[in-house]
Nanobody
Framework: QMQLVESGGGLVQAGGSLRRSCAAS????????MGWFRQAPGKEQEFVAATDFRGRTTIYTDSVKGRFTISRDNAQGTVYLQMNSLKPEDTAVYYCAASSGGGAAATSLEYDSWGQGTQVTVSS
């Protein structure tokens, strides 16, 4: 399994921005697809964004399209989630995940390794 360490969470006002980072180790990062998921209190975990192993294909859930951007630096072994125009409904614990399948995927079952999760809170 790949080890994933997240950083960049925190508290921000509505309309603000945050950048999440997820550093990988233990496997060949450049062969893994990477994704971000989130879970709000009392809700099911939901897909946020994913990128394929090369970073050429990205997919997003509808609620974050145009506001969030996923990117990766294969040389640094890191995936990022830039979150702009944040809304209170974006408040959740955010998790990064790695998929050995290589293709961007929106279902959690496709992912082999998970980060520890970091809280993002957006105040109104």
């Amino acid at each position: 399994q790949m080890q994933l360490v997240e950083s960049g969470g925190g508290l921000v006002q509505a309309g603000g921005s945050l950048r999440r980072s997820c550093a990988a180790s233990g496997r060949t990062f450049s062969s893994y697809a990477m994704g971000w998921f989130r879970q709000a209190p009392g809700k099911e975990q939901e897909f946020v964004a994913a990128t394929d192993f090369r970073g050429r294909t990205t997919i997003y859930t509808d609620s974050v399209k145009g506001r969030f951007t996923i990117s990766r630096d294969n040389a640094q072994g890191t995936v990022y989630l830039q979150m702009n125009s944040l809304k209170p409904e974006d408040t959740a614990v955010y998790y990064c995940a790695a998929s050995s399948g290589g293709g961007a995927a929106a279902t959690s079952l496709e992912y082999d390794s998970w980060g520890q999760g970091t809280q993002v809170t957006v105040s109104s």
